[in-house]
C-alpha cells in the first residue's frame, strides 16, 4: 500500500510542477518567434532534484506540449518537446544526488551549459530555421545572448534551489 500511496504522491507533485512549468512557460515569461527568457526551468530542476531524470523530462515534455496546445505562442513543433524531454533526462542526471556546495555548483553549471548552450542554442535554433524557414547561422547569432544570459540564472538558479528541495525531498516525499 506504501508503494501506492508514494506513486500516488509523485503523480501530484508532477502535475503540480507541469502546472507551473505551463504558467511560467506560457504567462511570466518574454516570448518572441526567436527568443524566449524565463523562469520555466524551475519545475524541471524541481523535478530533477525531487524525482530524478525521467520524472523531469516528462515535466518538460509534457509542460511544453500541453501548454502548447492550451495556450499556444506560436505553431506546435514537437522538436520543441523533445528539447525538454532531453533536458529534463540532463537535469536529473546531474541534479538528483546530493553533493557538497562545490560539487552542486559544478553540476548545475554543467547541467545548465548542456540543456542552454548545446539544446537551447543548437538544437532550438535549427527547430526555430525548420519551423519558421529562417537560415540557421544568422538566427544561431541572435541567439547566443540570450542562451548566455539563461546559462547564468539556470546554474544561480539550480544552486539556489538544490538545498530547501533537498530538504523537501527529506522531509515529505520519499519515505514518507
Same mark, same amino acid.
Given at each position: 500500500?506504501?508503494?501506492?500511496?508514494?506513486?500516488?504522491?509523485?503523480?501530484?507533485?508532477?502535475?503540480?510542477?507541469?502546472?507551473?512549468?505551463?504558467?511560467?512557460?506560457?504567462?511570466?515569461?518574454?516570448?518572441?518567434?526567436?527568443?524566449?527568457?524565463?523562469?520555466?526551468?524551475?519545475?524541471?530542476?524541481?523535478?530533477?532534484? !525531487?524525482?530524478?531524470?525521467?520524472? @523531469?523530462?516528462?515535466?518538460?515534455? %509534457? *509542460?511544453? $506540449? /500541453?501548454?502548447? =496546445?492550451?495556450?499556444? +505562442?506560436?505553431?506546435?513543433?514537437?522538436?520543441?518537446?523533445?528539447?525538454?524531454?532531453?533536458?529534463?533526462?540532463?537535469?536529473?542526471?546531474?541534479?538528483?544526488?546530493?553533493?557538497?556546495?562545490?560539487?552542486?555548483?559544478? !553540476?548545475?553549471?554543467?547541467?545548465? @551549459?548542456?540543456?542552454?548552450?548545446? %539544446? *537551447?542554442? $543548437? /538544437?532550438?535554433? =535549427?527547430?526555430?530555421? +525548420?519551423?519558421?524557414?529562417?537560415?540557421?547561422?544568422?538566427?544561431?547569432?541572435?541567439?547566443?545572448?540570450?542562451?548566455?544570459?539563461?546559462?547564468?540564472?539556470?546554474?544561480?538558479?539550480?544552486?539556489?534551489?538544490?538545498?530547501?528541495?533537498?530538504?523537501?525531498?527529506?522531509?515529505?516525499?520519499?519515505?514518507?
Amino acid at each position: 500500500m506504501k508503494k501506492y500511496l508514494n506513486a500516488t504522491k509523485m503523480i501530484v507533485y508532477l502535475g503540480l510542477l507541469t502546472a507551473l512549468e505551463i504558467v511560467l512557460s506560457r504567462f511570466l515569461s518574454i516570448n518572441a518567434w526567436n527568443t524566449k527568457i524565463g523562469f520555466s526551468f524551475i519545475p524541471i530542476v524541481a523535478a530533477a532534484i !525531487l524525482f530524478g531524470p525521467l520524472p @523531469a523530462a516528462i515535466v518538460g515534455a %509534457l *509542460g511544453d $506540449f /500541453l501548454g502548447a =496546445l492550451i495556450f499556444p +505562442i506560436g505553431p506546435y513543433f514537437p522538436g520543441f518537446t523533445a528539447t525538454a524531454f532531453i533536458c529534463g533526462i540532463v537535469r536529473g542526471l546531474f541534479l538528483r544526488k546530493k553533493h557538497s556546495f562545490g560539487k552542486t555548483v559544478l !553540476l548545475s553549471a554543467v547541467s545548465a @551549459a548542456i540543456c542552454q548552450l548545446i %539544446l *537551447g542554442l $543548437f /538544437l532550438n535554433t =535549427l527547430w526555430i530555421g +525548420i519551423l519558421y524557414g529562417t537560415e540557421y547561422a544568422p538566427l544561431l547569432i541572435t541567439r547566443i545572448t540570450q542562451c548566455v544570459l539563461l546559462f547564468v540564472v539556470e546554474t544561480a538558479v539550480a544552486v539556489g534551489l538544490s538545498y530547501p528541495l533537498r530538504r523537501l525531498k527529506e522531509a515529505f516525499i520519499i519515505n514518507k
